[in-house]
């Protein structure tokens, strides 16, 4: 058995989500999977080292043909339409961890009414259908993704009577992934706060921003009610991680939601002072050290769509620290936060909630550490092992569920012809 794991995030030091779940994704099929030849496939030249049972190699656009034509399973969050030459004897499996669709409507609302906005959402739309119709088996973040794939799936014709005899479930098709979390032991390799990074005292209390700051994160209701805080006392800091996100440079720049919150930082007076920006993105292996120094987390976003569907990856790393975290109310980690006692969770804008909730952790230490306790109690279930339980399973029995790859065939040339077409709409509309 030859399984392919092809990243579409970078592998190295300024690893983000994509990247760290098919890092991930290899080690476990490797130690999971009896016999399997594992190789975890990286965007341009490869950095990180060689990883136990696991082939690293680069791939560049279409150089990733060969890779897919000399493995049996191949894992991708981006199935690619050259893959159709390949359809008929690999099997796929579509990694659809987050909804594309769901977050570029948001990414594209300063385009709102504009010809640009609806290239991509046609665009977005006919690699969604490309996706799951190429996919012998898909895997998604959470269960409310899983329902919303299966009315998509439901609605193109990829579900019929005999997958349904089969498995009434569904969960040898689609079935839920979530991330993981980070492997490494709780053990500080430096000290990169308290005391040594200017503005931060030893005494204070920390709250760290662990992650991007992307369109739909709503920085503002935290900052003012940073702001409500600094007006009473002066040992609560904040630390945003994660300013300029990969992958993602090119098309947003710092972006508009982090220009509106480091300006706003500076008119309220917070800026150098109770906050600081770590400008860029801080390699994956040295944000364990921000994670052990801090105190807490948050995470203030929206209540929209992206939100409903979304399953922050930021999240998990606060967990495995054991941060305490304050997060908006609307998609399921916070529903987790909430149910297991794990931080606080708030109204989407509330700032007196959100101060109330860093005054709480900050002073009632019998709360604080029972939010410690109960993360402590769910960090088991949350292993990377446990996650990937539905993918090893399927990469043992290499036996899809799925419809019939001659009844997905024609449907199939036809959605990659409509992505391909979307695609070259998309790049005339961007040059202009």
């Known amino acids: 058995m030859r399984i392919l794991v092809l990243s579409r995030g970078v592998v190295a030091g300024d690893m983000a989500g994509p990247g760290n779940r098919a890092y991930h994704m290899a080690q476990v099929l490797a130690k999971e999977v009896p016999g399997a030849e594992v190789t975890l496939a990286v965007p341009g030249q490869v950095e990180q080292p060689q990883l136990p049972g696991v082939q690293v190699t680069p791939y560049s656009g279409f150089s990733a043909l060969s890779l897919v034509s000399k493995h049996d399973i191949i894992i991708s969050s981006g199935l690619m339409p050259q893959f159709v030459l390949n359809f008929k004897d690999k099997l796929f499996v579509a990694d659809l961890f987050g909804q594309s669709f769901m977050e570029w409507l948001e990414l594209t609302t300063s385009e709102s009414g504009g010809v640009k906005r609806m290239v991509w959402m046609n665009k977005n739309h006919a690699y969604t259908t490309m996706q799951l119709t190429l996919a012998d088996f898909i895997l998604c973040a959470n269960e409310r993704q899983r329902d919303s794939y299966i009315g998509m799936m439901a609605a193109l014709g990829l579900i019929d009577p005999e997958m349904y005899d089969d498995d009434a479930t569904l969960r040898r098709c689609i079935d839920v992934v979530p991330h993981g979390l980070r492997r490494d032991e709780m053990i500080r390799d430096q000290k990169v706060l308290k005391g040594v990074y200017a503005g931060i005292n030893e005494g204070d209390k920390v709250i760290l ?115 305490p975290i304050i997060c908006t109310r609307g998609d399921v980690l916070a529903e987790m936060v909430a149910q297991r006692g794990l931080g606080a969770v708030v109204a989407e804008g509330d700032v007196v909630a959100v101060a109330d909730a860093i005054r709480r952790l900050v002073d009632d230490q019998a709360f604080y550490e029972q939010c410690q306790e109960n993360l402590r109690a769910v960090k088991p279930s949350l292993s990377w092992e446990v996650a990937l339980e539905p993918l090893v399973r399927f990469c043992r029995e290499a036996n899809p569920a799925s419809a019939a790859k001659r009844d997905r065939f024609l449907p199939l040339l036809s959605r990659s012809a409509e992505y391909v077409l979307a695609s070259v709409l998309d790049t005339v509309m961007q040059r202009q």
């Open 209 to 323: 921003w662990n992650g991007g700051m992307v369109h739909w994160y709503d920085p503002e209701t935290f900052l003012r009610a940073l702001h409500l805080l600094a007006k009473e006392r002066d040992d609560i800091k904040a630390i945003f991680l994660g300013t300029f996100y990969p992958g993602l440079g090119s098309f947003l720049g710092y972006g508009q939601r982090f220009e509106s919150a480091f300006q706003l930082s500076k008119d309220l007076g917070l800026y150098q002072r109770s906050v600081f920006f770590e400008f860029g993105w801080v390699p994956h292996a040295q944000v364990k050290n921000f994670l052990l120094e801090s105190d807490m987390g948050i995470c203030t976003y929206l209540d929209n769509l992206e939100t409903r569907y979304s399953h922050r990856p930021g999240f998990l790393d606060l967990m495995w620290a054991e941060l």
